[in-house]
């Protein structure tokens, strides 16, 4: 996952969607999180309950969005 080039809100979304089943079975089946707060949690729990690739990748969004927030723009 490259965040320079990706939405990493999409990215989330994207996540979210591909551990729904195995980690997140507990979130309504439309959930996605719409707050970086709420993202965190959700990239907390594919961190505890996900695998070795979910760890890696919710790792690095967590990197991401707890950058500050001059940090996130200086992409574009």
Known sequence: MNLQQDDPIAAVDRLVDRY??????????????RTDAER?????YIERYGDREGWR????????????SSAKSSGS
Do not use: H, I, K, N
């Not at 729904?20 to 999180?33: G, I, M, N």
């Not at 965190?40 to 907390?44: F, H, N, S």
């Not at 990748?57 to 500050?68: D, H, I």
């Open 57 to 68: 990748a919710a790792s690095e969004l967590r990197r991401w969005l707890l950058r500050p």
């Open 20 to 33: 729904r089943t195995q980690c997140l079975w507990f979130l309504r089946a439309d959930y996605y999180p």
């Open 40 to 44: 965190l949690r959700v990239l907390g």
